[in-house]
């Protein structure tokens, strides 16, 4: 009798992850690399029978994000020498790609990704349709400006490349486990999990989620909510093409939007994807797929696809001359904003997710490396906010979800401009004030789902979307000066709120953040918490409401994240208790030099410096709604946010607005905000202050009291004593016509010496202003290079403070 003998397989590991795909392998690969041998992956079926099998391959390096470009970047420097490397075969063809601008806006989009590309490290060029011409001649280029053409991306055989990646995991001592589906989790007390599958189970210290289209799944098993839709995609592929066949050197891909396509040579043939733009379906009902499903297709469907692939057939005629012989249909996931999910899952600690990509072959190397350095090391070496799972929240429930992964995949080709508005699922959270404000001509701009003042059209005209300064720079400068001369009202609802409670919350918080927490009541500290490299992971405002009670506040982007961060920093037997109470509260943040005496007509409370000073927190009516008044804002100004009962901010709005009135109030919105605090030299947590930095680089050592214990001391100090390899830099720049986005580069002769983060025209002060890392050479007062805005190298100068009042005299009258 035969006998089918399994090799026994192991009862522990540091490292389970669900999923075989490219994701889950290039995460093995890499988790191996930085030294984590003992790691382990199940796959229930073969290798890449999920998503991975069926992609086409494509591996772009165009990409506008500067984060997002690294991590393309790094698999198409990996994929190339893989075969070399394994002995295994990838199907590598590194025959670079071409994009074509087919609106003129375009080419500010190409300059701003040219720039990325000089930081980032992969060759790109803007040629002419002449010099598209010749090196793809069978393009009509009708409507076409110009192409960003990319000469060190490709695309490679999908299976075969994850196969090579899984044989270097196994050379390196990974384990994988075939044909093995885990059928269940749960965590145990001890924190570590129990892993439940077909071959037995294994207990693990860290679990990833890597399991593509089947992620929520996995995700339910832990109590995890995964927003993410499987949607379908389609790719055609043609007979032989006797022209390609006579050809020496392979066509580079070439993306199209106004066909909403990708195609190339396969082979001898021709290769086309498309994203459709309406019509668009989902692979599953929100069941998501059988467990039972591998490798699975979809029958072909060409009505959708049908009017973009003539597009696509006009666009290059060779192609409609050859017979389709292939079509794939197939599922892709979709996240609310297109990004994958990179990092802890919300709530459980030491479970990961590896999951949610759209293009990952593409970005399943350059993934793994980094969330494998986060995982081994704490944090990685590139800002992983907009990848992080806990971008989200629980208000992104199953419909707004839908709604946003539609328009993602029907916007995969089209490049949203600044300033332009992507309206599917919203309005999402609003506020009792929203309606109003809109009514006032308020242009609201989304974040985590909120609904937030951007800016206030005061005639109705709408904004001319762009990298440029456009219509509304005017309008912009208009509420800049209100809040500089006057009084301005803001609304600003997203902020994360929490409140730490409890006999050892002032002890808990001076461990988990760097400054001192405030030690009188109604004391206010701006404070980072750090990790154990001493690099920022929030950056939080902290009022002293008793001697137990403490109001804490963070960016809106940080809800989930620091909710974790602060439940997972507390010591057993610690008594804290932490409530998150972000929706409990709106914020009319009320600043400018009247706004001392607008608010003294609403309220008893004695406003004056000498008995309500700057940093400093109360308790308060105003108009009759009892309030937490903080005396901080981000514009810096004399001013007040006051932080009101949700439910009440339309009454406390009109009254006051009813009082400035004869003050000459006005509203204002982020865009004004982000004038007045660069004028300010107030970095941001997210763009300055982020997990690749500590408060050296940033220069933000004011914050950190090396006199007491907290986490990551010992890092700041390593970091003083051996000296950083980039500091923060404000700078003001000889822009001309367009102002500092974020992530071009600096320069110095022809050496990159940096990247900018944030920057934006000071609309008081008239000068362009903005964030740069530099070498710490460069970051003197007074040195000069040039940043390179939309293509033309612009002289920036390091300030020496701030250009708005240095001393804090406006803050503390
Ligand atoms: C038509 C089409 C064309 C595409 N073209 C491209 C392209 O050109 N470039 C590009 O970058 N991307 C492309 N993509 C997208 C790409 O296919 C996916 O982004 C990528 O494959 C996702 O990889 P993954 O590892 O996350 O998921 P998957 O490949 O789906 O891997 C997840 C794995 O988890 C396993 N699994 C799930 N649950 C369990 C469990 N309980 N136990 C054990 N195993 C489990 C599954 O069997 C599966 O193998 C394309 C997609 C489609 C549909």
Known sequence: MFVRKYKTMQTHA?????????????????????????????????????????AAGQCPSFIANYNMAKIHHYSNTLYPKLEAMTGHPTGWHGCGGIRL?????????????????????????????????????????????????????????????????????????GTISLYNRVTGVRQLPNGEFEVQSEKGNIICEHLVNAAGCYADKVGAWLGVHIPFVNMKHQYVVTEEIPEFAAR?????????????????????????????????????????????????????????????????????????D???????????????????????????????????????????????????????????????????????????????????????????????LPGEERLAGRPKRITPLYETLKAKGCVHGEAVGWERPKWFSPDGRKEQPGFCRNNVFEVVAAECRAVRERVGVMELPSFSKFEVTGPDAEA???????????????????????????????????????????????GAYAHLRDLDLLNQSKLAGEQVTITDITNDYSVLIVAGPRSRELLAQLTDQDLTNASFRWLTGKEISVAGVVVRALRVNYVGELGWE??????????????????????GIADFGLYAMNSLRLEKGYAGWGVELT????????????????????????????????GVAIKMAYVEVAANDADVYGG??????????????????????????????????????????????????????????????????????
């Open 248 to 320: 020496d050197v392979e066509l580079p891909v070439t993306r199209d939007p106004s066909a909403s396509a990708y195609y190339r040579q396969e082979q001898n043939s021709g290769l086309i994807g498309l994203y459709e733009r309406s019509n668009t379906r989902e692979a599953w009902p929100s069941s998501g797929p059988a467990w039972a499903s591998e490798s699975e297709l979809f029958p072909v469907e060409y009505g959708p696809i049908m009017p973009w692939l003539e597009r696509v057939m006009e666009r290059m005629p060779i192609l409609a």
């Open 322 to 416: 050859a017979g389709i012989i292939r079509v794939v249909n197939g599922a892709i996931s979709h996240t609310i904003d297109s990004n994958p999910l990179l990092g802890p899952a919300p709530g459980v600690r030491n479970f990961w997710l590896c999951t949610g990509s759209s293009i990952g072959i593409a970005q399943g190397a350059g993934s793994g490396k980094y969330l494998a350095q986060w995982m081994v090391h704490g944090a990685s070496e590139i800002n992983m906010l907009a990848f992080d799972p806990r971008r989200f929240g629980s208000y992104a429930d199953r419909a707004y979800t839908e709604a946003k992964a539609h328009q993602e995949y029907w916007d995969m080709y089209d490049m949203q």
């Open 101 to 173: 601008a087919t609106r003129p806006e375009d080419i500010d989009y190409f300059h701003l990704v040219k720039g990325i590309a000089a930081n980032v490290g992969f060759r790109m060029e803007i040629i002419s349709p002449d010099e598209i011409r010749k090196i793809n001649p069978f393009l009509q280029l009708h409507g076409v400006y110009a192409g960003a053409w990319t000469l060190d991306d490709g695309h490679v055989d999908p299976s075969s490349c994850c196969n090579a990646m899984a044989a270097a995991a196994r050379k390196l001592g």
């Open 691 to 722: 997990n690749e930095i500590t408060p050296v680089e940033a220069g933000i050592e004011r914050f950190v009291k090396l006199d007491k214990e907290f986490v990551g001391k010992a890092a700041v100090l390593k970091a003083q004593r051996d």
């Open 508 to 554: 808990f918080l001076n461990r988990v953040t760097a400054n001192r927490t405030p030690t009188r009541i109604g004391g206010i500290a701006l404070t980072h918490a750090l990790n154990d490299n001493g690099r920022i992971q929030t950056e939080f405002t902290i009022t002293r409401l008793a001697a137990d009670r403490f109001y804490l506040l963070s």
């Open 744 to 813: 071009e580069p600096v320069w110095a002769d022809d050496q990159v010496i940096g990247v900018t983060t944030s920057g934006g025209y000071g609309h008081t002060v008239q000068k362009s202003l903005a964030f740069v890392y530099v070498l710490p050479e460069y970051a003197k007062p007074g040195t000069q290079f040039a940043i390179e805005i939309l293509g033309k190298r612009c002289a920036a100068q390091v300030l020496t403070g701030p250009v708005h009042d240095p001393q804090n005299q406006r803050l503390r009258v």
């Open 14 to 54: 540091r490292v389970v992850i669900i999923g075989g795909g490219m994701m889950g392998v290039g995460l093995l690969y890499h988790l191996l690399l930085e030294g984590w041998t003992d790691c382990m992956l199940i796959e229930k079926a073969a290798l890449t029978s999920g998503s991975t099998w069926h």
């Open 642 to 663: 006051l932080h009101v009962p949700m439910a009440q901010v339309a009454t406390l709005y009109q009254a006051i607005w009813a009082a400035g009135e004869p003050l």
